[in-house]
């Protein structure tokens, strides 16, 4: 062979591939000759190899399926500054959309991460939303607590206590962060459940 030929190595579940050139000058397959030290089997017969491999530590060694780091930056987050109730999407470090907010958060500054997101999503009301009405309080976890529309169309949960909704209006009683429905559309379609929260003082 003119070119030179390389060796793959392969794991079984195929999530490695490691590829390093051999430098060999020819190789042959022939069909089972005796194994010597000179040949390596391959697919039922034999590669004979006509120098050393280099070690696979070489600078010519590649590793296949290895993450591309140059992803992060086109990977949407949202950072959330106190200081002005502003809620920034961002994507690396250029802001897409940006909204003033409503509420607060019991968060301090810090890394978080996008724990749940609902579509039309359930608010659930503690008993004084039912003392405040003069209705009598249902028991723990009944089906009577769970209200839609409270948080709007969409909403993003950083944990079970704290979300950020497109609620009609603010009010204490349902807490969190409210910002524009059309701008908490937008924000609820970019991001996934994972992604990153940053609040910041």
Request: glycine letters at 8%; aromatic letters at 8%; one cysteine or more.
């Amino acid at each position: 062979m003119d070119k030179k030929a390389r060796f793959s190595l392969f794991t079984l579940s195929l999530t490695v591939l490691i590829s390093s050139s051999l430098g060999l000058t020819g190789c042959a397959i022939s069909p089972a000759p005796d194994a010597d030290l000179s040949s390596t089997q391959l697919a039922g017969g034999y590669i004979s190899l006509n120098r050393v491999a280099p070690p696979i530590a070489s600078p010519s060694t590649l590793l296949g399926f290895m993450p591309d780091a140059s992803s992060e930056k086109d990977t949407p987050w949202l950072k959330l500054r106190l200081r002005d109730n502003t809620l920034l999407l961002m994507k690396g470090d250029a802001v897409v959309e940006q909204s003033k907010i409503e509420g607060s958060l019991a968060l301090e500054p810090g890394i978080y991460s996008l724990q749940h997101k609902q579509r039309s999503p359930l608010w659930y009301a503690g008993d004084e939303y039912f003392t405040l009405r003069g209705l009598s309080v249902p028991t723990v976890g009944d089906k009577e607590r769970y209200r839609r529309g409270a948080l709007g169309d969409f909403a993003l949960f950083v944990d079970s206590d704290a979300s950020i909704h497109s609620a009609p209006i603010w009010t204490q009683e349902v807490g969190g962060l409210r910002i524009d429905d059309e701008k908490m559309k937008k924000i609820y379609y970019a991001l996934d459940v994972g992604a990153k929260i940053q609040v910041t003082p």
